[in-house]
């Protein structure tokens, strides 16, 4: 078993930036990639960002390529989402996922944080 814990969620201006971390305990954390996905009401969860075990490869949703910016800290079983330049359509909850591979379908992982609200003001 695997717990996920997201912080680092809030408001903020449109243009503003936020870090979001997702702290892992429960199981090894090296070699397992990480993704981030969000969803806002109404809509399906979303891709946003995952990164290899090794966090050498990353791949990102073309809605917050040169954005966002996704990296981990094995040593602390932690991996981040930097955001910048944040727009009101960013807003949503925000959830971290661990799987065994990289993909960018959220079906694929098993394991889910509990989410982090982001709101971003116009």
């Known amino acids: 078993q695997v717990q996920l814990v997201e912080s680092g969620g809030g408001l903020v201006q449109a243009g503003g930036s936020l870090r979001l971390s997702c702290a892992a305990s429960?199981?090894?954390?090296?070699?397992?990639?990480m993704g981030w996905f969000r969803q806002s009401p109404g809509k399906e969860r979303e891709f946003v960002a995952t990164?290899?075990?090794?966090?050498?490869?990353?791949y990102y949703a073309d809605s917050v390529k040169g954005r966002f910016t996704i990296s981990r800290d094995n040593a602390k079983n932690t991996v981040y989402l930097q955001m910048n330049s944040l727009k009101p359509e960013d807003t949503a909850v925000y959830y971290c996922?661990?799987?065994?591979?990289?993909?960018?379908?959220?079906?694929?992982?098993?394991?889910w944080g509990q989410g982090t609200q982001v709101t971003v003001s116009s």
């Open positions: 990164v290899s075990s090794s966090g050498v490869y990353t």
């Open positions: 996922a661990t799987h065994s591979r990289l993909s960018n379908n959220p079906a694929d992982y098993p394991y």
């Open positions: 429960g199981r090894t954390f090296i070699g397992y990639a």
